[in-house]
T-cell receptor, first 116, second 114 residues
Framework: KAGVTQTPRYLIKTRGQQVTLSCSPISGHRSVSWYQQTPGQGLQFLFEYFSETQRNKGNFPGRFSGRQFSNSRSEMNVSTLELGDSALYLC???????????????FGPGTRLTVL | QKEVEQNSGPLSVPEGAIASLNCTYSDRVSQSFFWYRQYSGKSPELIMSIYSNGDKEDGRFTAQLNKASQYVSLLIRDSQPSDSATYLCAAVNAGGTSYGKLTFGQGTILTVHP
């Protein structure tokens, strides 16, 4: 099976702009979670989608949003970019998210976002 | 107190030795535990998962879980230079408001020197 894919891999934006990142989960996986990774904060949970519904959200401002499509592909959007949004954005997919082996998350390669 | 804490690194071991990585968690409802390996500039790669008390072995890797002590560990036997990476411990709770949320430790940097 193909793994989780993310596009684009690298992105450079300026403050105030917005950005959309895309994630395609492993075939058959219906849960997609998004994380932000920075040197100072480590891996922080952004949100999780399952069957086009956001079921969980981390402690991030409303500038961070996402959605999931009927084919389980997901996008996240960051509006009004700030310098502190520079990070590696990772998505991970799992069969489901309720626990046990089916909740095992597999990560994509990430999108490296740099905000100038 | 952080929800998931890992033993402070960095950890340096000689090639062929056993590397021991430790993790404690504070939330008793945590159900599933994972160890990920992350090479510099790359994304986390799943090494081991463990759900019940005891040991789970996979090749050179052994994960240990003790729910009473809220403790998870990873042993790497016959460590190789290619094992040099950051190891991340993660926990997930069952359903409810914890859907899809892995809580990560800060990571332990492991260096295996020839």
């Amino acid at each position: 099976k193909a793994g989780v894919t993310q596009t684009p891999r690298y992105l450079i934006k300026t403050r105030g702009q917005q950005v959309t990142l895309s994630c395609s989960p492993i075939s058959g996986h219906r849960s997609v979670s998004w994380y932000q990774q920075t040197p100072g904060q480590g891996l922080q949970f952004l949100f999780e989608y399952f069957s086009e519904t956001q079921r969980n959200k981390g402690n991030f401002p409303g500038r961070f949003s996402g959605r999931q499509f009927s084919n389980s592909r997901s996008e996240m959007n960051v509006s009004t970019l700030e310098l502190g949004d520079s990070a590696l954005y990772l998505c991970a997919s799992s069969l489901e998210a309720s626990g046990g082996p089916a909740a095992t998350q597999y990560f994509g390669p990430g999108t490296r976002l740099t905000v100038l | 107190q952080k929800e998931v804490e890992q033993n402070s690194g960095p950890l340096s071991v000689p090639e062929g030795a056993i590397a021991s990585l430790n993790c404690t968690y504070s939330d008793r409802v945590s159900q599933s535990f994972f160890w990920y390996r992350q090479y510099s500039g790359k994304s986390p790669e799943l090494i081991m998962s463990i759900y019940s008390n005891g040991d789970k072995e996979d090749g050179r890797f052994t994960a240990q879980l003790n729910k009473a002590s809220q403790y998870v560990s990873l042993l790497i036997r016959d460590s190789q230079p290619s094992d040099s990476a950051t190891y991340l411990c993660a926990a997930v709770n069952a359903g409810g408001t914890s859907y899809g949320k892995l809580t990560f430790g800060q990571g332990t940097i492991l260096t295996v020197h020839p």
